[in-house]
Nanobody, 115 residues
Framework: QVQLVESGGGLVQAGGSLRLSCVVS????????MGWCRQAPGKQRELVAR???????NYADSVKGRFTISRDSAKNTVYLQMGSLKPEDTAVYYC?????????WGQGTQVTVSS
């Protein structure tokens, strides 16, 4: 089992920045990749950023150049640095961990970007 606890969400003005954190615990050795997904009201959940165990990163086109995913293995923490935020980035952001065929989810943290 893997446990994920997100933090760092909040209210920010358009153009501002936020950093989300996700502390990972449990069977960390089994994790193949970590990611951040988001779900806006009335929309489907979408993958925002992903980082593999080897450090390769992928981003949704909508956030490329504005968001950066990173990790600190010593702290068992994955980060999502978000910049140049737009109102359309408003959503609940979830940390995810893929271990084999199982995807684990955090409880989510709300990000609201005001115009």
């Amino acid at each position: 089992q893997v446990q994920l606890v997100e933090s760092g969400g909040g209210l920010v003005q358009a153009g501002g920045s936020l950093r989300l954190s996700c502390v990972v615990s449990g069977s960390i050795f089994s994790i193949n990749a970590m990611g951040w997904c988001r779900q806006a009201p009335g929309k489907q959940r979408e993958l925002v950023a992903r980082i593999s165990s080897g450090g390769d990163t992928n981003y949704a086109d909508s956030v490329k150049g504005r968001f950066t995913i990173s990790r600190d293995s010593a702290k068992n923490t994955v980060y999502l640095q978000m910049g140049s935020l737009k109102p359309e980035d408003t959503a609940v952001y979830y940390c995810t961990a893929v271990a084999g065929l199982t995807t684990f989810w955090g409880q989510g943290t709300q990000v609201t970007v005001s115009s």
